[in-house]
């Protein structure tokens, strides 16, 4: 065996290296990863360094949406075995605080999340991982949809945190991977009408592919008169805000019918933005937020083995291990046309 990471060695600089392969202790697995998708949040830190306080310091492995196969395991393991596909959560979390304890684990402060500083990601062959935040894929669920649990979670998530439930209308503002996993999450959930939002045609036209209602380019369309005209005036049951931006998310009171809720999920560059709380009171809205997710890496895993939900339609690219420099340079320099590219490991 050996093993190599990917780092990143400044800004937009990566670099392969042979690292030792690491020795799981007695509660943790040796996993050989198969895939890892291209998050986001990782081509911001590999194109700025930062996001927030989370500040990039020296060396830095990216990566945090991953699977592969269990090749070692430690003594007190007791729920996989050598040979095991797994898709690994990215957050592992003290355990011990309120959070934890109430089971919102992932409102953790002490958490420790792949890929996020001063943590290192699983862009490598080999990484040892908490066999309880290692879950186990059936026969059928290849590590490459494995690779996609982790941003389907945060749409299962948002979906729950919205109450999504069987006839619901839904508007969905972005198309990127999250607003898109939150409409495939909508409709396992029994959403009847799911109208995406988008600036981008490719992203709307596969939006469409993957079950979309009726779409809306707010570019050449006021989001707030077509939302009315397809609702008949009376607005959505619950408004996801996915797309991040100012504009957006001072949409989302307008949108919704009478008692109805917004999920913000999207991160403005902006903390502090001009709302109209008179629609919120006036309607008796609910403002709900999503941080990543809890409990639902199985639930995932389920309804992609099941087929109540396809994630491979996602995919649009896939690089070699090797290439993964020109990985992140092809997603920052081809944004609108890559909705998820993964590496193979
Ligand atoms: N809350 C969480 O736990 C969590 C988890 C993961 C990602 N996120 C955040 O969710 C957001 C979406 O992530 P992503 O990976 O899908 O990003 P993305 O950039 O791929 O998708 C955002 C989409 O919004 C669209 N958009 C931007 N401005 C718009 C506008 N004015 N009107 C309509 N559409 C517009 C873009 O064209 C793009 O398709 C990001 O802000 C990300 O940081 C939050
Ligand atoms: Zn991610
Ligand atoms: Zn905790």
Do not use: W
């Not at 949406?65 to 003594?75: D, F, L, P, S």
């Not at 991977?177 to 396992?188: D, E, H, P, V």
């Not at 998310?249 to 902006?270: E, H, N």
């Amino acid at each position: 065996m050996h093993n190599r990471a990917a780092y990143m060695t400044s800004l937009k600089e990566m670099e392969i290296r042979e690292i030792k392969v690491p020795t799981p202790t007695e509660d943790q697995v040796l996993i050989k990863l198969d895939y890892v998708g291209i998050c986001g949040s990782d081509v911001h830190y590999y194109e700025h360094g930062k996001i927030g306080s989370f500040i990039v310091n020296g060396d830095f492995i990216l990566g945090h949406e991953c699977a592969g196969t269990v090749v070692e395991v430690g003594h007190s393991v007791k729920n996989l075995k050598v040979g095991d596909k797994v898709a690994l959560e990215p957050g592992s979390t003290c355990g011990q605080c309120e959070y934890c304890k109430g089971g919102k684990y992932n409102l953790c402060p002490d958490v420790e999340f792949l890929a996020t500083p001063p943590y290192d990601g699983c862009l490598m062959n080999y990484i040892v991982y908490p066999g309880n935040m290692a879950f186990k894929l059936p026969d059928h669920v290849s590590t490459k949809e494995g690779a996609l649990v982790e941003p389907l979670a945060v749409g299962l998530h948002a979906a729950t945190q919205g109450g999504v439930k069987l006839g619901d209308t839904v508007v969905v503002l972005g198309a990127g991977c999250i607003g898109l996993m939150t409409l495939l999450a909508c409709k396992a959930f029994g959403a009847i009408e799911v109208i995406v939002v988008d600036v981008i045609e490719k992203r709307l036209e596969f939006a469409k592919k993957l079950g979309a209602s009726f779409v809306i380019n707010a570019k050449h369309e006021d989001i707030r008169s077509r939302v009315e005209e397809l609702t008949g005036g009376r607005g959505v049951d619950i408004v996801f805000e996915t797309a991040g931006s100012e504009f957006t998310i001072q949409q989302t009171p307008y949108l919704i019918r009478r008692g109805g809720s917004i999920v913000l999920v999207g991160f403005a560059p902006k903390d502090i933005i001009e709302y109209d709380f008179m629609q919120i009171l006036m309607k008796e809205a609910e403002i709900k937020s999503v941080f990543r997710y809890r409990n639902l890496y199985p639930a995932a895993i389920g309804a992609i083995a099941d087929g109540k939900i396809d994630v491979k339609g996602m995919i649009t690219h896939e690089f070699n291990f090797e290439d993964s420099k020109k990985a992140f340079d092809f997603v920052i320099e081809n944004k609108n046309d890559v909705v998820k590219a993964l590496i193979k490991i």
